[in-house]
């Protein structure tokens, strides 16, 4: 696993290069280049807090816009402080497929994996 940016906490969110290779076969399987990847931090789980990825064609007042070898990422300015230093990756193995987020930040997590503290 390489990430693309710089490791140090406060730099916002990281993708891998898997992460990235998956995000630019969904899209190319969508047929659109307007869309960009929106990592997103919600009330909920079990934990109080989960992750939300999506692709979003929108932009927001407040945006923090990343660029990883032409893949969009965009995070919330309310999101932006639980994710800063979290990296986002790419598995594909016989027990799992998916995208899997690491977090500095979270101090805490449910079994399931799907929400933080």
């Known amino acids: 696993m390489t990430v693309q940016d710089e490791t140090t906490v406060d730099s916002g969110i990281l993708l891998t290069d898997a992460a990235a290779g998956k995000v630019k076969a969904l899209l190319e399987q969508e047929g659109r280049e307007d869309l960009a990847l929106r990592v997103a931090v919600q009330p909920g789980g079990c934990s109080g807090l989960r ?14 816009i990343k660029d990883f070898d032409g893949v969009k990422v965009v995070t919330d300015r309310m999101s932006a402080p639980y994710l800063g230093g979290a990296t986002v990756d790419f598995v594909d193995t016989i027990e799992k497929q998916g ?4 977090n500095p930040n979270a101090t805490g997590s449910c079994a399931c994996g799907d929400s933080f503290s």
């Open 99 to 102: 995208f899997t987020i690491d």
């Open 51 to 64: 992750y939300q990825l999506f692709f979003d064609e929108r932009s927001l007042d407040g945006d923090v």
